[in-house]
Structures are given as C-alpha cells and as structure tokens.
C-alpha cells in the first residue's frame, strides 16, 4: 500500500524515513483515507502527527492501537510491533 502512495519507496524497512521517500502532506493523506479504508478504521485528529507517519512502524502501531480500542500512546503486544510487515 505505501509503495502505490510511493512509488520511489526503496524496500521498505521498520525504521525507513517516510518524508525522505516522498511522503508529502498530500501523500500523508492519501496514505491516511488507504489505511482508515482498508481498517474500517478512523484515526483520531490527535494522532495526526509528524511522529506517526515518520516510519512504517510508528504508522503501524498507531494503526492497531486505533482498530483495537487501545488509548493513545499505549504499549502495544509484541506481536502487533512485530507485524508491521502487513504495511509492507
């Protein structure tokens, strides 16, 4: 998903920079209306921040922190960080 909001995405790494790759207001919320889409989720104005589209991961947890009812900020499990490989 992230590689059709950016193409230029090399591969793409827990830690990899989105802003470094393209990631543009515009591209943020074209990645946001994706991810609240494909979750059946919406992302609370709160979490609309720089630090949560920075990496994929950072996007990941706040992602299914959102889908799973959990306050913001909260310790995900082990294994939803884990799993950021689905934003692949």
Same mark, same amino acid.
Request: hydrophobic letters at 50%.
């Given at each position: ?23 543009? =207001? &515009? ?6 209306? @994706? ?8 992302? /609370?104005? $709160? #979490? ?9 991961? =950072? &996007? ?6 959102? @889908? ?8 995900? /499990?082990? $294994? #939803? ?8």
């Amino acid at each position: 998903m992230l590689r059709d909001v950016l193409p230029l995405l090399p591969e793409v790494a827990e830690q990899t920079c989105l802003k470094a790759h393209g990631l543009d =207001s &515009l591209a943020t919320i074209e990645v946001l209306l @994706r991810l609240e889409d494909l979750y059946a989720v919406s992302i /609370p104005d $709160q #979490l609309l921040t720089a630090d949560t589209f920075a990496t994929p991961v =950072s &996007l990941w947890r706040v992602l299914m922190s959102v @889908r799973d009812g959990l306050p913001a900020g909260a310790d995900l /499990p082990a $294994q #939803l960080a884990a799993a950021h490989a689905d934003v692949r």
